[in-house]
């Protein structure tokens, strides 16, 4: 039988240590490789092609999120579950607008954070308690500004806004690159997933709804 393959990617080594332990106790699965940093997994997965990649949120230099912007840019099929401290709304949505397949905390059971990688594993995804909550919330909120004749809201990663602030001063692609320092590739993802929020097909739009809508706190 195949092993599921489990890339993990996590900035405290103790920790990426202990769940190596665990993955590579079950028969059905075990770790193929690790990273300590977005861009360092970035380097390793361009060669390697995993089954699921365990992600932490909050890194130095580059964070879960923009790591697997790019991550998914070369490998759309990719199954990422984010494992987190934080289940704060924004790191959920942001998780899962960026294509991750699931998202737990990590003071789950091992059970749960088993059966998490086997269900990801299946094409599926996996999200629990407070983080499924965080979700519905979310959901019902926009049902209901949708029920009552308006729009379904939408927000920005601090990000994504950061990037939205910059272009709308007029800055380009290699300005906010280096002022934010990260990759202009990431600076690239960020615009199209800001493109496929706002439904509108250039940044000149995107700039204009964002100001409609005073989605920048500057406005």
Same mark, same amino acid.
Request: charged content about 30%; hydrophobic content about 40%; glycine content about 8%.
């Given at each position: ?5 489990v890339f993990l ?8 240590n202990?769940?190596? +332990?665990?993955i ?18 970035? +380097? @390793? ?6 089954? $699921? ?17 790019q ?5 759309? =099929? ?12 924004? /790191?959920?949505?942001a998780?899962?607008?960026m294509?991750? %397949? ?12 088993? %059966?998490?990688? =086997?269900?990801?594993?299946q094409? =599926? /995804?996996y999200?629990?308690?407070? $983080?499924?909550? $965080?979700?519905?919330?979310? /959901?019902?909120?926009?049902? +209901? ?12 990663s ?6 939205? #602030?910059?272009?709308? +001063? ?10 934010? *320092?990260? %990759? ?6 960020h ?7 706002? @439904?509108? *097909? ?8 964002? #100001? ?8």
């Open positions: 039988m195949k092993k599921i393959g990617v996590d900035d405290h080594e103790i920790f990426r202990g769940l190596k +332990q665990l590579n106790s079950e028969a059905d699965m075990e770790v193929t490789g690790e990273a300590s940093s977005g861009e360092d997994a970035i +380097q @390793q997965l361009a060669e390697i092609q995993p089954d $699921v990649i365990i992600m932490d949120i909050r890194m130095p230099g580059m964070n879960g999120l923009e790591t697997s912007i991550l998914l840019e070369k490998n759309p =099929r990719g199954r990422i579950l984010f494992f987190s401290l934080f289940d704060e709304p924004d /790191y959920v949505a998780a899962l607008e294509g991750a %397949s699931g998202y737990i905390l990590k003071d789950t059971s091992n059970k749960i954070f088993l %059966s998490a990688i =086997r269900t990801i594993h094409g =599926r /995804y999200f629990i308690g407070e $983080v499924s909550d $965080v979700l519905v919330k979310k /959901y019902l909120d926009a049902r +209901q500004t949708a029920g009552n004749g308006g729009t379904p809201e939408i927000s920005l601090r990000r994504e806004e950061q990037i939205m #602030r910059m272009i709308s +001063q007029g800055h380009n692609n290699k300005d906010i690159a280096e002022s934010l *320092n990260i %990759s202009i590739r990431t600076i690239e993802a615009r199209m997933n800001i493109l496929r929020k706002f @439904q509108v *097909n250039s940044i000149e739009e995107a700039v204009e709804y964002s #100001r409609n809508n005073r989605l920048l706190k500057e406005d």
